[in-house]
């Protein structure tokens, strides 16, 4: 047979979805008398360097406790999200689990996360309150810890900047100005290109212009993606793309690391990581680029959207929910913990404390032209316009994937392709049996 | 003196049901039993109650039919399968075609390193899927591609491969780049397995090699011709590396661009398994039709050949 490759690769992921359960099996705690003797808990992550993390933990607070935690690593994002929902099918979820923000929902639906109001005591204050307003899905319930958060900004070439006479946008009618002016000097190169492969980034946007897209009142979740203000933010990026003064293709191919790498396109809408993701794409700039705040829709506003971001939280099968709750929170309030996390992990921490200090003294290596890039990194992860997440948010992501990537492809209209994104979050949650109301 | 007897009677009657035993277990436990707990899932679907927040919000119900329909009025399913089809017309007879004629000119008398050509046609079938989709992509990408670079110093027109029509050559150029060397290899095996005497009788009769290969060589290899066809479809029809490893670099591939990555998407990316299930059932029937309706045709006309072969 030709291709039963292909089948290997659908048998593969079908089996690493049933493995869960048997990698659960192996980890959950075996010991089920919870109260004073130890501890066993697993944790499933995917931030690099977690087991040093876990080892300081281990070795110290963990040890007084008799709590042990051991690091399983994984996928990240939403294959993350299904290997723990097919998990707990099988209720065998691991104790805690790493989850961003907007995959919580789902998994509370799903009966996936302990509430752990009672266990984390008073961490609120150390989280800003958009952040941890994530975590409490608007009830009185907490269903995980912040740990890294992903606040938006704008990067762009200094040095091309100013070759080409541009000035950095504050607006976001400004950055269209700027689109067009490079346009015209430099015919070949592009401002930056629309992307329809990481919804992420479009949430952000529509979250910094205003959009709550699920809300819950009354027993009813309220969808309200085709709403006004990501109307305007669909309708800003569509006109450029139809324009021809931004790129359309998408973002993280080979094509797109040359385009950076080469100058061939000056700049990028991104978030606090950036610095990461721009060291491997583009290694050559290093030290050409420079970041300042998002563009805003009106020169009085100063608000950013988040890309990105996760928290840790305890499942419902865990047998140690207690321990578990401790554990997550040191892991995102302790100095030592998330300095850590900081250094091996490379996130940016939700904790406001952490964000000035210990590893954001300095500014990040790709940034060494930026003295004071994480003050102000914080500055503007202070204006983070409170996000609202519902339980199908990978349905209007995909759905924003495929819509907004033939609309791009076409330059045709963006307003049809995020009606198309409504509609079919609401049939799949109507479908689900969810009472929607519009 | 009986008893060895009888012992030996019973021994030889229950010998063959010993013997189909191992392959029935396995059969039941890994074919049978996960195909009928998917249908069976195709037959339930989640119910949630309210904001479908906190405990027991969640149950599972019987759904009738409802994902079969839900799948047949799916749009998208549909231009699925179109799509494919599409692409499955580009590759069949590309990669038979292809097959075929490197089988024969490997086969015939005046070839020149034929070990080292045979193994340089199979050689693409041992990458797997993934690597070549991606090596493929790289390729297909105008700023990172070497042939776009000499294509651009010659002032030659740079189509884009990733986009519309193009798409689909480019989707099955790499089917038929890592798939024709194996059906060359089958192929080729059994034109091997063709009787001299067959040829010495051509020859005698002053065929020439294009005679010989057309005449005589093509309808006796025409049983693997079927075979590779049959396979063929099949691999078709669970087209899936090639557009998922795609995917990332153009917006021309969506997630449901083959019924199995909708099938794929529903389950893993939406967590609706119930969904795919039904999706999956319905797949696999058209799957069972087209190949099983395929061979029959084939069988027929071979039947029939050789009745007129006979009343000749």
Sequence with gaps: ?438 | MTSPARRRSYGVKGAPYTFLLPASLLFVLFFALPIGYAVFLSFRKVHVSGLGLGANARSEVWAGFANYTEAFKDSELLHGALRVLGYGCIVVPVMLGLALLFALMLDSEKVRFAPFTRLAVFLPYAIPGVVAALLWGFLYLPSVSPFYYVLAKLHLPQPNLLDGGPLYLALSNIAVWGGTGFNMIVIYTSLRSIPAEVYEAAKLDGATPLQTALKIKIPMVAPSLVLTFFFSIIATLQVFNEPTTLKPLTNSVNTTWSPLMKVYQDAFGRNDIYSAAAESTLIALATLLLSFGFLRAANRRNTRDVSEGDAR
């Design chain 1, 1 to 438: 047979m030709p291709h039963t490759k292909r089948r290997r690769l659908v048998t593969t992921a079908l089996s690493v979805a049933l493995g869960a359960t048997t990698l659960a099996a192996c980890g959950s705690g075996d010991d089920s008398t919870s109260g004073s003797g130890p501890v066993s808990l697993t944790y499933w992550t995917w931030t690099p360097g977690m087991d040093k993390v876990v080892d300081l933990w281990n070795k110290g607070p963990g040890r007084k406790d008799r709590i042990t935690v051991t690091v399983k690593k994984q996928a990240s994002g939403d294959t993350l999200v299904t290997k723990i929902l097919t998990a707990h099918k099988a209720k065998k979820a691991p104790d805690l689990v790493q989850a961003e923000y907007q995959a919580l929902p789902t998994l509370v639906s799903n009966d996936a996360l302990a509430d752990i109001s009672q266990q984390v005591g008073d961490i609120k204050g150390k989280f800003a309150d958009g952040v941890w307003q994530q975590t409490t899905l608007g009830t009185k319930a907490v269903y995980a810890v912040p740990q890294d958060i992903g606040p938006m900004m704008f990067y762009y070439r200094a040095d091309l900047f100013e070759k080409y006479g541009l000035t950095v946008p504050t607006t976001w009618e400004q950055f269209a100005q700027t689109a067009r002016q490079l346009k015209k000097k430099a015919p070949d190169k592009d401002l930056t290109t629309f992307s329809a492969n990481d919804s992420g980034l479009f949430a952000g946007l529509a979250q910094q212009a205003g959009a709550r897209w699920w809300t819950a009142s009354g027993g009813k979740w309220k969808v309200a993606i085709d709403d006004t203000a990501t109307r305007k933010v669909a309708a800003f990026w569509g006109g450029l793309v139809k324009e021809g003064v931004i790129d359309n293709q998408p973002m993280y191919t080979p094509a797109w690391n040359k385009a950076l790498d080469t100058g061939k396109q000056l700049a990028w809408v991104s978030a606090v990581w950036a610095p990461g993701t721009l060291a491997t794409a583009a290694p050559d700039t290093k030290g050409k680029w420079a970041m300042a705040p998002l563009p805003q829709w009106s020169a009085t506003e100063d608000v950013t959207g988040s890309w990105g971001g996760s928290s840790t939280a305890v499942t419902t099968d865990s047998a140690h929910k207690e321990a578990a709750a401790k554990f997550a929170a040191w892991l995102n309030t302790d100095h030592d913990a998330l300095n850590a996390l900081a250094k091996d992990g490379g996130i940016y921490p939700a904790s406001t404390s952490a964000q000035l200090s210990g590893a954001f003294s300095n500014p990040p290596d790709y940034f060494s032209n930026q003295a004071d890039f994480y003050t102000r990194a914080a500055d503007i992860a202070k204006t983070t316009a409170p996000s609202a997440w519902g339980p199908n948010v990978n349905v209007a992501y995909t759905s924003f994937n495929d819509a907004f990537g033939s609309a791009a492809k076409n330059k045709s209209d963006f307003a049809a392709a995020l009606k198309k994104m409504q509609d079919d979050t609401v049939a799949d949650m109507k479908k689900q049996g969810f009472e929607v109301s519009r």
